[in-house]
């Protein structure tokens, strides 16, 4: 099994910054196209970002391009996500989750493994 745990979320001011860490212990994580995903208070879950197991191949959704950086160190078995210019609109509970493959997805169904989440809440 695979076990994946966020951390690394809390309260910002708009404008500011966080970066959100995802541990991953179990298999080998290298092995794994990783993604992060978030969910609003009434809304579905969301693609946040993605990257390939090697790191070659990242991909964002519309709202985080620019904003959002996802990086991953296979060494030390860590995925991030950095998150500048905070919004309100990017308060949510953020999810790391893993696949097995190479294929980055923004499909949440493509993705096998899930952590339990980190809050991020943005004020205005």
């Known amino acids: 099994q695979v076990q994946l745990v966020e951390s690394g979320g809390g309260l910002v001011q708009a404008g500011g910054s966080l970066r959100l860490s995802c541990a991953v212990s179990?298999?080998?994580?290298?092995?794994?196209?990783m993604g992060w995903f978030r969910q609003a208070p009434g809304k579905e879950r969301e693609f946040v970002a993605a990257i390939s197991w090697i790191g070659g191949t990242t991909n964002y959704a519309d709202s985080t391009k620019g904003r959002f950086t996802v990086s991953r160190d296979n060494a030390k078995n860590t995925l991030y996500l950095q998150m500048n210019s905070l919004k309100p609109e990017d308060t949510a509970m953020y999810y790391c989750?893993?696949?097995?493959?190479?294929?980055?997805?923004?499909?949440?169904?493509?993705?096998?493994?899930w952590g339990q989440g980190t809050q991020v809440t943005v004020s205005s």
């Open positions: 989750a893993a696949r097995t493959g190479a294929v980055v997805h923004i499909e949440a169904e493509k993705y096998d493994y």
């Open positions: 179990g298999r080998t994580f290298s092995r794994y196209a």
